[in-house]
């Protein structure tokens, strides 16, 4: 009756275990606990930025 199965399981698991980040000056993808990176303590390894944003948005397409 209910089609209203939440895609929870897969949030989930990504938050258990890391969150993919997007360097916002080279596109390098980095995976990274969500804590770290609100600290500045993830940098991204190709250009050393640490201005990241989360990679959350892009489940379609
Ligand atoms: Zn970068």
Do not use: T
């Amino acid at each position: 009756m209910s089609s209203l199965i939440p895609m929870s399981k897969d949030i989930a698991y990504a938050r258990l275990f890391s969150s993919v980040y997007i360097c916002m000056h080279c596109n390098a993808k980095i995976r990274a606990q969500g804590a770290k990176v609100k600290l500045g303590k993830i940098k991204c390894r190709k250009c050393g930025s640490n201005a990241l944003r989360v990679k959350s948005k892009e489940s379609r397409g």
